[in-house]
């Protein structure tokens, strides 16, 4: 059972706006701001897109974007566009160097 | 460029060992965490091990504590992941990553290397 809930998918029509929540616990997501995001785009490797809960990259769309509420992080796409159908993870640093991931979460763009 | 290129990856029966190879370049090797992240076919990412920038700490996760050995070669810029004692369920693509300590997120990754252990 992963530590990190996300939804198993979710979808929108081009243009539309989606959101993805990953709930953790106050000792991971809730006190510290060491949340971030990954794109995976099937047979490829994962590639960040978030960081810090709201850091964007350089060369990321902002379309793309991080928030924190409470014990849930989340991951707004503003303007879908087919190229953002992917598997998105979030992440949190669990002390030290050590991570884990969310269970992931199928965007689909209808 | 930073560059990760996986190697070593293969089938393997349960039991048995084998050793995950990352070159690394296009960046100073020895100033960075190096993990490896692996995804069991259809699954999700799932973090394995780091070890420190100069080699001194080493952590696994739970799943492969005590059978897998996590090591670099600053020398050589390469990354190693020494896996025994194989199990079917350690069959995934293995991910060498570079962490970036300031944004404490993995900024880069290789293309993978699949392990497959079965008999």
């Known amino acids: 059972q992963s530590a990190l809930t996300q939804p198993r998918s979710v979808s929108g029509s081009p243009g539309q706006s989606v959101s993805i929540s990953c709930t953790g616990t106050?000792?991971?997501?809730?006190?510290?701001?060491?949340v971030s995001w990954y794109q995976q785009h099937p047979t490829k490797a994962p590639t960040l897109i978030i960081h810090?809960?709201?850091r964007r990259p350089s060369g990321v769309p902002d379309r793309f974007s991080g928030s924190k509420s409470g014990n849930t992080a989340y991951l707004t796409i503003r303007g879908l566009q087919a190229e953002d159908e992917a598997d998105y993870y979030c992440c949190s640093n669990a002390g030290g160097h050590t991570f884990f991931f969310g269970s992931g979460t199928k965007v689909t763009v209808l | 460029q930073v560059q990760l290129v996986e190697s070593g990856g293969g089938v393997v029966q349960p039991g048995r060992s084998l050793r995950l190879s990352c070159a690394a370049s296009g960046f100073s090797f020895s100033s960075y965490a190096m993990h490896w992240v692996r995804q069991a076919p259809g699954k999700g990412l799932e973090w394995v091990a780091v070890i420190y920038f100069d080699g001194n700490g080493k952590q696994y996760s739970d799943s492969v504590k005590g059978r897998f050995t996590i090591s670099r070669d600053n020398s050589k810029n390469t990354l190693f992941l020494q896996m025994n004692s194989l199990r079917p369920e350690d069959t995934a693509v293995y991910y060498c990553?570079?962490?970036?300590?300031?944004?404490?997120?993995?900024?880069?990754w290789g293309q993978g290397t699949l392990v497959t252990v079965s008999s």
């Open positions: 990553a570079r962490e970036d300590a300031v944004i404490t997120s993995f900024d880069s």
């Open positions: 810090d809960v709201k």
């Open positions: 106050r000792s991971n997501i809730g006190d510290y701001n060491l």
